[in-house]
């Protein structure tokens, strides 16, 4: 069974450009969510789909990120305008649902670095 | 707010040795994930437990849900073991992880 997987691995933008991130979830599962580490901070939520609805959007930063999962399969995370400060490791993470709190399966991550 | 703390922040062991990580956090956890973190590599979930004890292979995870406190063991370390640990803990309530920091650990051969 595929694992979440998240492209690009690796993103260098310019501060002011757009950047899309995307995550592709372990298939069947409910549950995605969108985490954040920023150079030498722990990770952070961003926000929480089950299936193509947002269930918690508490940790999205601004009104620069937009996360979107049409159809409830894959998802994506738009950062327009980007910013310096939005450098850091985007991680996508998803659990099968149906069950409080279970086990989050985590993706790479992508890497981005905003100049 | 939620907070989760590890220590150490780094650590640096010779192989063999016996290595604790621990993690605190505050009231209204309902079960906290143990994480692992090669370099360069993803994040694959060790444990997750809400009370008691668990284990797999050289690894021991344990917590007490009195004192707020968990740990993780390493028993006779190697230097595939190096690596970022880290604790996230499920508050009441919510479907969010809530992350410690990470514990960098190097293991010398």
């Known amino acids: 069974e595929a694992g979440v997987t998240q492209f690009p691995s690796h993103s260098v933008i310019e501060k002011g450009q757009t950047v899309t991130l995307r995550c592709d979830p372990i298939s069947g599962h409910d549950n995605l969510y969108w985490y954040r580490r920023v150079m030498g901070k722990e990770i952070k939520f961003l926000l929480h789909?089950?299936?193509?609805?947002?269930?918690?959007e508490s940790g999205m930063p601004n009104n620069r990120f937009l996360a979107e999962r049409t159809g409830g399969t894959y998802s994506t995370l738009k950062v327009q305008p980007a910013e310096l400060e939005d450098s850091g490791v985007y991680f996508c993470?998803?659990?099968?649902?149906?069950?409080?709190?279970?086990?989050?399966?985590f993706g790479p991550g992508t890497r981005l670095l905003v100049l | 707010k939620n907070e989760v703390e590890q220590s150490p922040q780094n650590l640096t062991a010779q192989e063999g040795e016996f290595i604790t990580i621990n993690c605190s956090y505050s009231v209204g956890i309902s079960a906290l994930h143990w994480l692992q973190q090669h370099p360069g590599g993803g994040i694959v979930s060790l444990f997750m437990l809400s009370s008691g004890k668990k284990k797999h292979g050289r690894l021991i995870a344990t917590i007490n849900i009195q004192e707020k406190h968990s740990s993780l063991h390493i028993t006779a370390s190697h230097p595939r073991d190096s690596a970022v640990y880290i604790c996230a803990a499920f508050y009441f309530g919510n479907e969010k992880l809530t992350f410690g920091t990470g514990t960098r650990l190097t293991i010398i051969p």
């Open positions: 993470a998803s659990s099968q649902g149906g069950v409080p709190q279970e086990t989050q399966y």
């Open positions: 789909f089950v299936k193509e609805s947002k269930q918690d």
